[in-house]
């Protein structure tokens, strides 16, 4: 692993980000002894159905938000979302998976959460108003990982 990551490496780019799940305590390692530092943990969940709560369905724009994790950054929305808005908050949505969310607080995420059914959320960093949201609801969070950055 540690061959093929420094041969990786040579041609990269001078800042590289990347993800390690939270219990791939070897990969972390590595990671840690090649330079890479955590600049964040990251967390997946999971939400049952919830009573779909008003809100209004508007044109799909991105959000504008910076520091996304790669996934969700505006360069990798889908052609085909939708973007809903509450006071004090927005969402994109595909399907079941929420791609961007940004809310004030915790009411203004909780109501954008409740569309009615199902949904996943990749990615949201660790105390984001969307994750307090998320558990007042009912979420589990599946999994958890470390973003991680190195700068040469």
Same mark, same amino acid.
């Given at each position: 692993?540690?061959?093929?990551?420094?041969?990786?490496?040579?041609?990269?780019?001078?800042?590289?980000?990347?993800?390690?799940?939270?219990?791939?305590?070897?990969?972390?390692?590595?990671?840690?002894?090649?330079?890479?530092?955590?600049?964040? #943990?990251?967390?997946?969940? @999971?939400?049952?159905?919830? %009573? =779909?709560?008003?809100?209004?369905?508007?044109?799909? $724009?991105? &959000? !504008?938000?910076?520091?996304?994790?790669?996934?969700?950054?505006?360069?990798?929305?889908?052609?085909?979302?939708?973007?809903?808005?509450?006071?004090?908050?927005?969402?994109?949505?595909?399907?079941?998976?929420?791609?961007?969310?940004?809310?004030?607080?915790?009411?203004?995420?909780?109501?954008?959460?409740? #569309?009615?059914?199902?949904? @996943?959320?990749?990615?949201? %960093? =660790?105390?984001?108003?969307?994750?307090?949201?998320? $558990?007042? &609801? !009912?979420?589990?969070?599946?999994?958890?990982?470390?973003?991680?950055?190195?700068?040469?």
């Amino acid at each position: 692993g540690r061959a093929l990551t420094e041969s990786v490496l040579e041609g990269a780019p001078t800042a590289v980000t990347l993800e390690v799940l939270e219990s791939n305590e070897r990969a972390k390692r590595l990671y840690d002894d090649l330079g890479f530092e955590v600049t964040r #943990r990251l967390e997946i969940w @999971s939400l049952p159905e919830q %009573p =779909e709560v008003e809100a209004r369905q508007v044109d799909p $724009a991105p &959000l !504008g938000q910076t520091d996304l994790p790669w996934q969700r950054d505006d360069a990798s929305l889908p052609d085909d979302y939708e973007r809903f808005e509450v006071d004090g908050g927005a969402m994109l949505l595909k399907g079941g998976n929420v791609l961007q969310l940004q809310a004030r607080d915790m009411h203004a995420a909780t109501a954008l959460l409740s #569309r009615g059914k199902a949904l @996943s959320f990749v990615n949201v %960093p =660790e105390g984001d108003v969307a994750s307090a949201a998320l $558990a007042a &609801l !009912g979420a589990t969070m599946s999994l958890r990982q470390y973003e991680m950055r190195l700068v040469r």
